[in-house]
């Protein structure tokens, strides 16, 4: 059975940091292409960064997270994770860990038919 469960959200004020993690299961986790997603209230949910699965893990960010977030992935415990720097109050969002992405260069879209997503945890940005 496939799970990806995130953990790590809560609580952070303006300018702080956060690490987001994604336990995945059930599925050949380093042949897949990762990546996180976010949707804020009353917005469309959007593709932050995603990594794929060959040797160099190249990665693509949301221009409006690029230098300030990174993504990087652990074959070894089936996990990928989201470094979260200079959190600003448009960070706060809902975030997914999604598996099966097209992992190309934004703004081309990551999702497909055959990806798989998380619960969510939720991230809030407030002093």
């Known amino acids: 059975q496939l799970q990806l469960v995130e953990s790590g959200g809560g609580l952070v004020q303006p300018g702080g940091s956060m690490t987001l993690s994604c336990s995945a299961s059930g599925f050949p986790f380093a042949k897949y292409a990762m990546a996180w997603f976010r949707q804020a209230p009353g917005k469309e949910r959007e593709g932050v960064s995603c990594?794929?699965?060959?040797?160099?893990?190249?990665?693509n960010y949301a221009d409006s997270v690029k230098g300030r977030f990174t993504i990087s992935r652990n074959n070894a415990n089936n996990t990928v994770y989201l470094v979260m720097n200079s959190l600003k109050d448009d960070d706060t969002a809902a975030y997914y860990c999604?598996?099966?992405?097209?992992?190309?260069?934004?703004?081309?879209?990551?999702?497909?038919?055959?990806?798989?997503w998380g619960q969510g945890t939720q991230v809030t940005v407030s002093s």
């Open positions: 999604a598996a099966n992405v097209e992992c190309v260069p934004y703004p081309d879209t990551w999702s497909n038919p055959d990806m798989y």
């Open positions: 990594i794929n699965a060959n040797s160099r893990a190249t990665t």
